[in-house]
């Protein structure tokens, strides 16, 4: 969001909900609805009831709706399109991690080293992909997705071809690296798109939609791995991985509309040269012949600070230590980094308990997939119903597609009501994956446990990614880069540690220790349940602050020059 959004509608607000009409867009104003103050008041004495505390006064919500307040001008068939385009594009990053799980035994021999240091290409590979997304989601966020899209697919193809050609383990462990730091900022961009043009009151749903690229791609990707490995050997995983890309990246590059709001606000501004691409030409002609004009100050305001800058990871710092998005976000790592010890450990674990080859331990992520499949979509939707049944609860409507003062919203509660049992039960069925491998039972027995493993560690952060955008809606893809710094370096240690406490402790009660470590932290949300309006509302005022300190500092400047 531009400043001089954040100047008229604060960061706390809220979306609204729901899909802009089909139809052809026009500039004749809608009649303004109003809402009586009564709900309100009803909504301020539940809001405490609720929170168990006192909240500050709620503040009427604003309903007016006028020609230009659309949130986005996509319609709901283009904003599908779009998300699903951009989720399409994010499956490079867990795909370039998972698609080499099943050979990492054969690259080992192959190159003479031992498992553990195989195992260091994956911690670092995790690493960068925590640390990459802080310069792409800043760049981001002022420079518009498209050119960060360009930059990833170079870096991400340039380091695809160096590994299909090297053959010994200093240079795999140094472009693996490269190769994380092109893909890994396709996820946060992805998220971006998502803040770009959905509102909190139906994100769950489109989240899911963001995130089936990211969650079939740990379930297909180790089985064309394993194929791969089997049959034409590991160099060949990185030779498909070029030619895969090729195929998303050149036609989104070229048709993909440019969403970030700090460069066409709603869709209604024309992008920068460099942000432009086919879809935006055409829709800005169509446009422009239907009579349809857009806000000169705006675009002049927008063109003003459109320029490319060295990226800033501070921004990505900030969120970090914020108390309530820390809480967040170390939830988040743990269980992604439980998630990723499940998935480090199966190659060695599978192979020493039911000696599978590559093709078979390849299979054994299919279950987890299919889980974290049935996971996104389920849990969107329950996720929906939440935000409604709470502004129902409220007295405050729903509206479509619009931006709502609800600073007192208890948006906290009401996804985390959602996060906070997946998380328990998540932790319990790693327990038992761990202690099923650790007796060796009968292969039903693992397969679903990682199925149920799967759908419950991916509802638990899930939610927690929604959440991440709704208390930060002016930076998204900041917010989704902090995310992924952090789950990442935890998953990077658990990933790390897992084969050396298996040794130590054996199987079950490795898994144990992580899990507890987890579950152990799980309560952190309860408080955030509680101390996440005030929270919230101190940022808000912070930002607010250090908003109007820049601006009084620009207005100075300006009049000095004058």
């Avoid at 036609?251 to 969403?259: S, V």
Wanted: include cysteine; proline fraction near 6%.
């Amino acid at each position: 969001m531009h400043d001089s959004d954040n100047a008229q509608r604060p960061n706390a607000y809220i979306d609204g909900i729901v899909p802009p009409a089909e139809g052809p867009m026009t500039d004749e104003k809608p009649k303004q609805r109003v809402e009586s103050a009564a709900p309100q008041q009803n909504a301020t004495a539940n809001l405490e009831h609720g929170l168990g505390g006192e909240q500050p006064p709620e503040q009427p919500v604003q309903i007016g709706v006028s020609a230009g307040d659309e949130y986005s001008v996509l319609t709901t068939t283009q904003k599908k399109c779009v998300v699903l385009t951009a989720s399409l594009a994010s499956v490079f990053s867990p795909m370039a991690t998972s698609i080499y799980y099943p050979s990492l035994d054969t690259i080992a021999k192959d190159l003479n080293v031992s498992n553990a240091k195989i195992n260091i290409t994956i911690t670092l590979f995790l690493v960068i992909q925590g640390i990459a997304p802080s310069f792409v989601a800043d760049l981001a966020d002022k420079t518009g997705r498209r050119p960060m899209y360009i930059v990833c697919y170079i870096i991400f193809t340039a380091a695809n071809i160096g590994l299909a050609l090297q053959n010994s383990y200093v240079p795999l462990l140094i472009l693996r690296m490269i190769q994380s730091s092109g893909s890994s900022g396709t996820v946060a961009l992805a998220n971006g798109v998502v803040g770009d043009i959905i509102t909190s009151a139906e994100r769950g749903t489109y989240i899911a939609f963001a995130s089936v690229g990211g969650i079939l791609a740990p379930t297909i990707a180790p089985v064309i791995g394993g194929l791969l490995g089997q049959y034409a050997g590991w160099h060949f995983i990185f030779w498909f991985l070029v030619i895969f890309s090729a195929a998303v990246f050149i036609p989104l590059i070229l048709f993909l509309p440019e969403t970030c709001r700090n460069v066409v606000d709603n869709g209604t501004i024309p992008a920068p040269l460099l942000s432009r691409n086919i879809t935006d030409t055409i829709r800005h002609r169509r446009r422009n012949k239907a009579g349809l004009t857009f806000n000169e100050a705006k675009n002049a305001e927008l063109s003003k600070n459109y320029r490319w800058r060295a990226p800033n990871p501070l921004s990505t710092l900030k969120v970090i230590l914020d108390p309530e998005s820390a809480c967040i976000l170390v939830t988040t790592g743990l269980g992604l980094g439980c998630f990723y010890a499940v998935s480090t450990g199966a190659s060695d674990v599978f192979t020493k308990v039911y000696g599978f080859n590559q093709l078979k331990i390849s299979l054994m992520f299919v279950p987890v997939g299919i889980g974290s499949l049935i996971s996104v979509f389920t849990t969107g939707k329950i996720v929906d119903w939440n935000y409604r049944r709470h502004a129902k609860k409220l007295g405050i409507p729903v509206v479509k597609n619009r931006r709502q003062d609800l600073t007192n919203f208890p948006i906290e509660k009401a996804r985390l009501q959602i996060a906070f049992p997946f998380a328990f039960i998540a932790g319990a069925f790693v327990i038992a994956y761990g202690w099923i491998m650790a007796q060796k039972l009968t292969l039903a027995a693992p397969i679903i446990a990682l199925f149920l493993t799967g759908y419950s560690l991916t509802s638990s952060f899930q939610v927690l990614n929604i959440l991440m955008v709704d208390i930060h809606p002016s930076k998204p893809s900041v917010a989704t880069a902090a995310n992924n710094f952090v789950r990442c370096e935890i998953g990077a240690v658990f990933s790390a540690i897992i084969l050396p406490l298996t040794d130590a402790v054996g199987i079950g009660w490795a898994y144990t220790i992580l899990a507890l470590i987890f579950m152990v932290f799980n309560p952190v949300l309860l408080v955030i349940m509680r101390q996440g309006p005030k929270w919230r509302k101190e940022r808000k005022e912070k930002e607010d602050r250090a908003s109007a300190a820049k601006k009084d500092k620009a207005d100075r400047l300006g009049e000095r020059r004058a």
